[in-house]
C-alpha cells in the first residue's frame, strides 16, 4: 500500500489549500483514513480522519482546531482523500502526512499510534 500526498505549499493567513492523497495498491472499502500533522518540535498530531464501510464514508471527524476550517473528503473512484483548509493560520504550519488503516472499523478518531500506512508528507507553511 502507498500514499501519497500533494497540495502543500506556502500561503499567507486567511489563504486556502486543498491537500491530495492517493492511495494506491490496496482499494479501502472499509477501515479508515486520516490526515495528521507534525510541526518542528512537536509530536505528530491528529487533523481530521473518515471512517469508511462497504465503499462508503461512514463518519468524519476534525479536531477542534480545525472545525469550520477544514473539510476532509474522499473520492473513492480516484481512491484518493482529500483535506481543504479554509482560513489558515500560522499555527497551522507542519508536515502534513496522510494514514489509512483498514483495521479500523466504524470510527477514526485514533492517534497516530493505530495507523499502518503513512505517506511521506507534505509541507504547509503559512506566514503571518
Known amino acids: 500500500v502507498q500514499l501519497v500526498e500533494s497540495g502543500g505549499g506556502s500561503v499567507q493567513a486567511g489563504g486556502s489549500l486543498r491537500l491530495s492523497c492517493v492511495v494506491s495498491g490496496e482499494t479501502f472499502d472499509d477501515g479508515a483514513m486520516g490526515w495528521f500533522r507534525q510541526a518542528p518540535g512537536k509530536e505528530r498530531e491528529a487533523v481530521s480522519c473518515l471512517s469508511i464501510s462497504d465503499g462508503k464514508t461512514l463518519n468524519t471527524h476534525q479536531e477542534d482546531f480545525v472545525k469550520g476550517r477544514f473539510t476532509i473528503s474522499r473520492d473513492s473512484a480516484k481512491n484518493t482523500v482529500y483535506l481543504h483548509m479554509d482560513d489558515l493560520k500560522p499555527e497551522d504550519t507542519a508536515v502534513y502526512y496522510c494514514?489509512?488503516?483498514?483495521?479500523?472499523?466504524?470510527?477514526?478518531?485514533?492517534?497516530?499510534?493505530?495507523?499502518?500506512?503513512w505517506g511521506r508528507g507534505t509541507q504547509v507553511t503559512v506566514s503571518s
Open positions: 494514514a489509512a488503516d483498514d483495521r479500523l472499523i466504524g470510527r477514526c478518531s485514533y492517534g497516530p499510534g493505530y495507523y499502518d500506512y
